[in-house]
């Protein structure tokens, strides 16, 4: 299999007022093509970051102070925002967060997508209709839905046609970040149904970031745990699901409760997560950690290959 | 706990200290309020010459330009401009801050109350508003002058207030329909506290920063308004207000003449109505991302 | 013994008039709702969003004004009390929201935010305030009381509005999706502190959550919603495991599971078309059912108990 995406040490921050946010720090991991990889952690650890600097969609005060991100080989940092928006969209696309929201209530639904797919390809408009119709059938919309305005839409049926948008120009990479997170769990469902189902038909190569691990569970091969800008522990999802080695990913675990099997008593992270305005020295997750030492405090813990294909950054475990 | 109210006041000073508009515009206030105290002080050296009103130097004939004695020259029949631009300091002053505490309190009492209690209270004190809005101003001080059988300050400055506080009672009415909603609000009603102490506590509170808004662009507002009236020939007689000695250079003729009778009033005029309208503008940069942090 | 008695609780919102239009609509936001909970017991009360669930619950702390139906806690009727004997009552009912940035005054201090209630009552005591926060886990609570909410995280916030609830020792306490807004690794922390203080007081919960899973973690019995109506309740271990009414199913099979092993049968319903907005009579589930019959068509059906404490109203059962 061949990588498609590969992140090398890359550390991002946003520029503020109080300071430097340091929103994704030492982040290294792989890609393969066909595979769906989750990003799970919890509100403000940094996975939209993270998506953001894949597409090169950063804000003005952001800025990549280290790393690579070589998407088919060819590093991306480095390229101007021409070379970028040729990339962008058929190289790598993204379902924003809460973009099922931010469509414009004054035009048709199927004008917007027929717009955003003209801006990144030379064709007609008719030739962009026929393309909407096929996507819309492809996510399971009626095209006769494509002349109705989105408060005409369900909240399902807003996030199928976002969807539609980020397939519109057959991209090879995609990046879900949390599609269904303000949806009920029934239409939740169907549209995860949905989503997996495209991933696996069209063979893209998927990002799917949450904060709901029993999401991830179900929809990705592979997952990496993020903590305050860290990827802590990255690896097949079976086999972080039975052999979790980071004390976080641990604790996230079983603070999660579940209708099936018996009833367990949830154990939860003790504290609050790190301001990553001033992360904590050393290891980030170390104030919460039960395992700490005192080398935790000073050294912040390489991201390696522990067993084969199970990356972990602890200085416990290795 | 007084410590930490000690600490927001010192927060609040910080922030004030920070904003150049409200630097400039208490800048521009101070010069005026010195330009105040000292008219009884000119004044008082030879009423007989340079009382606002009835002081008229006898040496003169006409209006003169700036000299010594006069340093903005005199009216018509020889009153001198300095002191009546002095005594329109203090009027403006007196008016302003008096019209906007009045219709801000009011307004801030009535768009509270009709915000919070809603239904049938909000509608007779919303429907009073807007009738009051549409008002005209000028006929109603001319019919209630007429009442009066005179024109003084006190009247304009009632007619000011009661004109003023409706566009205040919107604002804040709007801001509390909105605040009657958040969850601190019904919190408070679950835990049976009473309509009163909800206004005062929870409700005035958080849109006070909208009040003191209002407190200091009314003055603006009150300020332009009374110089307008005045020019028209509504003002108090018995007084001098700049508005006034804008009419007087008119009324005489002075108009293209005597440029150093008409420029100081209407310079003083926008200055003063610039000053408070800045610290409005200040005020609502600091208090506006203040509110919005949660 | 029963605390909280619930019966035919109706709540309708008028919709405002069309123009032209004579007439009324209305929306059934709570449609003769009954139900009981046994003293020192967590009920449940589960549903999508725009169900009603927010809307009962205010109906029991009378934030809101019952159309009709009767409210009886410890035998007393609360739908119609006002004025002095409602501000009475009101010490024996308290409400946690869901939002616990919303849910405190920004210009409070934590002090002045959990004496409020003491001080409506009359009952200002310095101990009691710092009895609550201690029992909340804000420890010292000197520590906490002159700070303002935005100098607090989520979780401690939550937990002030917890100590704020209990602080004038309710006998019922109403919490709605006390935790949907918190990070994922303090929710489980705040669930367990609700689970100790429930048993700690003997405390009688209606517990307002969309989460099935949080839900069978909390609570002794469940009540599914569905536009207005109570469609299925029983004890929660018993609606989890085995749900009678096709609505409870399709929302059990919807909830995605934390373990990549489970396989779930996913049971396929379509989205939701209706609303409350002056519902005809036949089942209000009637167009997403898959086993609908003529009868469901023509007759709302009944809640009636199918088996020991496990109602259901659907025309399959009964
Ligand atoms: N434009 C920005 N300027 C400054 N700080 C930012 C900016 N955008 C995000 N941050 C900060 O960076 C951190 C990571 O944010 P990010 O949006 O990546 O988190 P997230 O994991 O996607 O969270 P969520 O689950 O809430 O979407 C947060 O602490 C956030 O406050
Ligand atoms: N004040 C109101 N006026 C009119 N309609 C209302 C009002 N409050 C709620 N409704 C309507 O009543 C229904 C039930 O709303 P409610 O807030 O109780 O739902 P919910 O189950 O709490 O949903 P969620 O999970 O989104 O919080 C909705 O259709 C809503 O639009
Ligand atoms: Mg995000
Ligand atoms: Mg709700």
Redesign the interface.
């Known amino acids: 299999m061949d990588t498609i995406l590969e992140i090398e040490e890359l550390e991002m921050s946003y520029q503020t007022i109080k300071g430097f946010v340091s929103a994704v720090d030492n982040v290294s991991f792989k890609i393969m093509k066909g595979e769906s990889m989750g990003l799970v952690g919890e509100s403000g650890c940094g996975k939209t970051s993270l998506g953001m600097c894949i597409m090169k969609l950063l804000p003005e005060n952001a800025r990549i102070m280290n790393g690579k991100i070589l998407f088919d080989g060819e590093d991306i940092v480095p390229k101007t925002e021409e070379e970028m928006r040729k990339i962008r969209w058929k190289g790598v696309s993204m379902i924003f967060q809460a973009a099922m929201n931010a469509l414009n209530p004054v035009y048709r639904v199927g004008d917007q997508i027929i717009e955003a797919i003209q801006t990144h390809d030379n064709i007609s408009k008719e030739e962009a209709r026929e393309k909407v119709e096929k996507l819309y059938e492809l996510v399971g919309l009626s095209p006769e839905r494509m002349k109705n305005y989105p408060h005409e839409y369900s909240g399902g049926m807003r996030q199928r046609a976002i969807i539609a948008m980020a397939l519109a120009c057959d991209p090879k990479f995609i990046i879900a970040d949390e599609p269904t997170t303000a949806l009920d769990v029934i239409v939740q469902d169907q549209i995860i149904d949905e989503i997996v189902n495209l991933q696996k038909k069209l063979n893209m190569t998927m990002m799917y970031i949450s904060h709901d691990i029993s999401v991830i569970a179900e929809t990705c091969n592979k997952i990496g745990v993020m903590y305050a800008g860290n990827i802590v522990e990255y690896t097949y999802t079976s086999t972080l699901f039975d052999n979790p080695l980071h004390p976080y990913t641990k604790a996230l675990m079983s603070s999660f409760p579940s209708i099936e099997g018996p009833k367990k008593e949830l154990k939860p992270v003790p504290g609050e997560p790190p301001n990553l305005l001033n992360p904590p020295e050393g290891c980030r997750f170390y104030p919460r950690c039960s395992y700490a030492e005192e080398i935790c405090k000073k050294e912040n813990p390489e991201f390696v290959e522990i067993e084969k294909d199970h990356f972990l950054a602890c200085h416990k475990v290795i | 706990m007084k410590k930490k109210k000690w600490k927001l006041i010192r927060q609040i000073w910080d922030l004030i200290r920070g904003s150049t508009f409200i630097k400039l515009g208490v800048s521009i206030i101070i010069i005026f309020g010195i330009m105040a105290v000292f008219s009884p002080i000119w004044v008082n050296r030879n009423p007989e010459i340079y009382d606002p009103i009835i002081g008229v130097d006898p040496d003169v004939h006409g209006s003169e330009g700036p000299s010594l004695k006069h340093p903005l020259g005199t009216d018509y029949i020889g009153k001198d401009l300095f002191s009546q631009l002095l005594r329109g300091s203090q009027i403006a002053f007196i008016l302003g801050i008096m019209v906007s505490v009045l219709s801000t309190t009011i307004g801030t009492i009535v768009g509270l109350v009709a915000g919070y209690y809603g239904r049938i209270v909000d509608i007779i004190l919303m429907r009073l508003a807007d009738i009051i809005l549409t008002l005209p101003r000028l006929p109603l001080l001319i019919v209630i002058s007429g009442i009066f059988g005179t024109q003084s300050n006190w009247i304009i400055l009632l007619i000011l207030s009661f004109t003023f506080w409706p566009t205040i009672s919107r604002v804040i009415r709007s801001q509390t329909l909105s605040l009657r909603e958040r969850p601190f609000i019904e919190s408070a009603k679950v835990s049976g506290v009473g309509n009163r102490r909800i206004i005062l506590r929870h409700l005035a509170p958080n849109v006070l920063p909208i009040t003191f808004y209002y407190l200091t662009v009314t003055v603006t507002g009150a300020i332009l308004v009374e110089a307008g009236l005045s020019f028209l020939g509504f003002g108090d007689p018995s007084n001098m207000s700049w508005g006034m000695m804008l009419k007087w250079c008119f009324t005489t003729g002075y108009v293209f003449k005597a440029p150093y009778w008409m420029i100081p009033p209407g310079l003083c005029i926008s200055a003063l109505a610039f000053s408070f309208y800045l610290i409005g503008v200040g005020l609502e940069e600091i208090v506006n991302p203040r509110l919005k942090k949660r | 013994m029963e605390m909280v008695n619930v019966e035919h609780l109706t709540k309708l919102f008028p919709l405002r008039k069309r123009l032209f239009s004579r007439e009324k609509h209305y929306v059934y936001a709570v449609d003769d709702v009954s139900f009981k909970i046994e003293k020192g017991k967590i009920m449940g009360l589960v549903g999508?969003?725009g169900c009603g669930k927010t809307t009962t619950a205010?109906l029991l702390?009378r934030?809101l004004d019952p159309t009709s139906g009767n409210i009886y806690i410890k035998n007393e009727n609360i739908a119609d009390l006002r004025g002095k004997e409602l501000?009475?009552f009101?010490?024996n009912?308290?409400?946690i929201?869901?939002?616990p940035?919303?849910?405190?005054?920004?210009?409070f201090?934590v002090?002045d935010t959990v004496a409020?209630?003491l001080?409506?009552?009359g009952l200002y005591n310095t101990e009691k305030i710092y009895n609550a926060l201690e029992v909340v886990g804000l420890k010292p609570p000197e520590e906490f009381l002159?700070r303002y909410?935005?100098e607090l995280?989520g979780?401690?916030r939550q937990r002030v509005?917890i100590a704020?609830a209990l602080v004038?020792d309710p006998i019922f306490v109403v919490a709605d999706e006390p935790t949907s807004m918190l990070?994922?690794?303090?929710?489980?922390?705040v669930?367990?502190l609700l689970l100790a203080l429930r048993k700690k007081f003997d405390l009688t919960v209606l517990f307002v959550t969309?989460?099935?899973?949080?839900a069978?973690?909390m609570c002794d019995s469940i009540a599914v919603m569905y536009l207005g109506k109570i469609v299925e309740r029983g004890n929660a271990?018993e609606i989890?495991k085995n749900p009678k009414h096709p609505y409870t199913k399709?929302?059990?099979?919807?909830?995605?599971?934390?373990?990549?092993?489970?396989k779930r049968k996913?049971i396929?319903?379509g989205?939701?078309v209706s609303d409350a907005v002056n519902p005809p009579e036949r089942c209000r589930f009637y167009e997403r059912c898959n086993y609908k019959k003529d009868i469901c068509k023509r007759k709302y059906p009944k809640l009636i108990e199918c088996c020991k404490d496990h109602f259901v109203a659907c025309h399959l059962y009964g």
Request: no cysteine; aromatic share 6%.
């Open positions: 999508e969003s205010k702390v934030l501000k009475k009101r010490k009912i308290q409400m929201f869901q939002d940035y919303e849910s405190l005054n920004p210009r201090i002090h409020e209630p001080i409506a009552q002159f909410s935005h995280s979780g401690q509005a704020r004038i990070d994922v690794s303090i929710r489980a922390d669930l367990n969309h989460d099935l899973a949080v069978r973690y271990e989890i399709a929302l059990l099979s919807a909830v995605p599971i934390p373990n990549p092993k489970a996913r396929k319903i989205e939701r």
